[in-house]
T-cell receptor, first 114, second 113 residues
Framework: DARVTQTPRHKVTEMGQEVTMRCQPI?????VFWYRQTMMQGLELLAYFRNRAPLDDSGMPKDRFSAEMPDATLATLKIQPSEPRDSAVYFC????????????FGNGTRLTVT | KQEVTQIPAALSVPEGENLVLNCSFTDSAIYNLQWFRQDPGKGLTSLLL?????REQTSGRLNASLDKSSGRSTLYIAASQPGDSATYLC????????????FGKGTKLTVNP
């Protein structure tokens, strides 16, 4: 059963530290999305890749966040330096053909910044 | 700016009851609307996707309807079971400019045995 894999599942770090979250999309999917979920804001789109090229990262604070796809099997989301307000669950999702087809979500990385 | 609202935020029902979850959106210029399920500590699972030209979609005990002109969708769950307990989110894919899937904050459903 193909699934999106995210690591780590949980991360606790101190303010100012670098955080790297990884995502392995489903083999054959050509679109990858990073979402952040908080109680207050719900799900927010941070970045969106198609065929490994970034299409939209307007939801991401550019001064501290960066998203990349070094190859088709790996997507990364980095925060440097991290801040307490970054505490949230970060989800990766993959799909075929963009938003119009059903997205497959990973189980998320729960980030706590103290 | 598209806004998606789900009411109620939480719902508790006895097992066997039929129930309806509501979703409303402010901009009717959409490509599609999707319903997702989220279990605690898990990601989202896509349940149903309704294209803007469609009125409803069915999968098993689930039926989703779409009224684009009024900006509303409902998810009907027949004969609810404790295993249906989860948070249900709707999301709309907006037209124009850059495509974005905008999510509501969800309805947390508890089905009591």
């Amino acid at each position: 059963d193909a699934r999106v894999t995210q690591t780590p599942r949980h991360k606790v770090t101190e303010m100012g530290q670098e955080v790297t979250m990884r995502c392995q999309p489903i083999l054959g999917h050509n679109t990858v999305f990073w979402y952040r979920q908080t109680m207050m804001q719900g799900l927010e789109l941070l970045a969106y890749f198609r065929n490994r090229a970034p299409l939209d990262d307007s939801g991401m604070p550019k001064d501290r966040f960066s998203a990349e796809m070094p190859d088709a099997t790996l997507a990364t989301l980095k925060i440097q330096p991290s801040e307490p307000r970054d505490s949230a669950v970060y989800f990766c999702a993959s799909g075929w053909g963009g938003f119009a087809s059903p997205l497959h979500f990973g189980n998320g990385t729960r980030l706590t910044v103290t | 700016k598209q806004e998606v609202t789900q009411i109620p935020a939480a719902l508790s029902v006895p097992e066997g009851e039929n129930l309806v979850l509501n979703c409303s959106f402010t901009d009717s210029a959409i490509y599609n609307l999707q319903w997702f399920r989220q279990d605690p500590g898990k990601g989202l699972t896509s349940l149903l996707l309704i294209q803007s030209s469609q009125r409803e979609q069915t999968s098993g005990r689930l039926n989703a309807s779409l009224d684009k002109s009024s900006g509303r969708s409902t998810l009907y769950i027949a004969a609810s079971q404790p295993g249906d307990s989860a948070t249900y989110l709707c999301a709309v894919l907006t037209q124009g400019g850059s495509e974005k899937l905008v999510f509501g904050k969800g309805t947390k459903l508890t089905v009591n045995p």
